[in-house]
């Protein structure tokens, strides 16, 4: 099947138009004519091969909506016409200790990635949402709600789901206190879903005047971190706190604000931290330091069908495919409230 998407040949090399063969339908997989595509920063990072391990040419993208052309024969959950999501991976091996436990994300032999990977099957590198069309194997497709904007939907499958599998976790809800810290694409939606779980929530930030913003997204305190006095204000308070900072950062002075047996899950960053942490800081109030990578494909079912009942979806601003060398632009400079949504009938232009 040829498919038009937009790829990066190089490191340094902008995003063009890019033509490419799909490959074939398998009985249990499903073809989707995809909508809207959102814009993640894992893209940009991985397009300008940031970690050093980008195949090229790489067409990025997994934050995928759009709806079913035909599927499989040994597929009975979709048909022609369903609207549908598509994540950050496509396949795993499924009979792992993770993979059973439904935490697909980290298979034991490697989860396929929606991008950038190899399909475990026949070795091919797969390609991502950029694109007018994708073949996904049918368990890891998932159901978009009736009356979800699709547009504001399509981020749910990376920076909602990523949000809110610690929130699920940690059992938030009413009587909850969590603090979001960083309010950009993962931060705007902790602090919507933390809010519609019913729990307190504050939001931490090192600049002032984003307390508008803040309060319309669901925060019912902010805190300025970078103020000692308003930290000290908070110690001992929170119960849980998502970090969606995606850049090495100093958690210290964070740690004195949970409360007993409080817990710190870094979302936003996957190196290493050049400040060593506290220890003192975490065995005191038998706090705890922890991590979570995106979620598991019924994880991210369940945060979906509870956004439908909510009516959640993330603020985004839609741009045409041929804008997305400048969205990368902007995102560097945190210029966007608060997710880029590539609307794919731009291909056609």
């Known amino acids: 099947m040829r498919v038009s998407g937009y790829a990066a040949s190089s490191a340094t090399s902008a995003l063009t138009p890019f033509s490419f063969e799909r490959r074939k339908s398998r009985p249990d997989d499903v073809v989707i004519d995809i909508l809207f595509c959102g814009v993640c920063h894992t893209d940009l990072h991985l397009a300008r091969n940031h970690g050093s391990f980008t195949i090229y040419p790489i067409v990025p993208g997994h934050e995928i909506i759009g709806t079913v052309r035909q599927v499989g024969e040994k597929v009975g959950r979709f048909k022609a016409g369903d609207m549908v999501g598509v994540g950050c991976m496509v396949d795993s091996c499924q009979h792992c200790q993770p993979c059973q436990t439904g935490w697909e994300q980290d298979c034991t032999e490697g989860a396929t990635f929606t991008y950038n990977s190899t399909d475990r099957h026949d070795g091919a ?7 007018d069309s994708i073949v996904v194997r049918d368990k890891f497709v998932v159901s978009i709600p009736a009356g979800l904007d ?4 399509a981020p749910l499958l990376c920076a909602g789901i990523t949000t809110w ?3 699920h976790r940690w059992k938030v809800g009413p009587g909850s206190r969590v603090a979001v810290i960083g309010l950009g694409g993962l931060g705007h939606m902790a602090l919507k879903l933390a809010k519609a779980r019913g729990a307190s929530v504050t939001l931490f930030t090192r600049s002032g005047g984003k307390e508008k913003d803040a309060f319309r997204l669901g925060a019912d305190h902010v805190v300025l971190s970078s103020d000692p006095a308003h930290m000290t204000a908070v110690a001992g308070r929170y119960d849980l706190i998502i970090d969606t900072v995606p850049y ?4 210290n002075p964070y740690m004195p604000t949970l409360a007993l ?4 899950v870094l979302v936003g960053y996957m190196g290493p931290l050049s400040t060593p942490v506290n220890a003192g800081g975490v065995v005191r109030g038998r706090r705890a330091i922890s991590g979570s990578f995106i979620g598991g494909v019924g994880e991210t079912q369940q945060m979906l069908d509870f956004c439908g009942q909510h009516g959640i979806v993330s603020d985004v ?11 990368y632009e902007r995102m560097l400079k945190s210029d966007v409230k608060y997710r880029f949504v590539i609307d794919m009938a731009s291909l056609k232009s």
């Open 125 to 131: 590198v797969t390609y991502g949402g950029y694109s």
């Open 150 to 153: 699709p547009a504001g939907a």
């Open 165 to 167: 599998s610690p929130l």
């Open 248 to 251: 090495d950062h100093d958690i």
């Open 261 to 264: 047996e409080g817990v710190l």
């Open 317 to 327: 601003e839609v741009i045409p495919i041929q804008q997305i060398n400048q969205a």
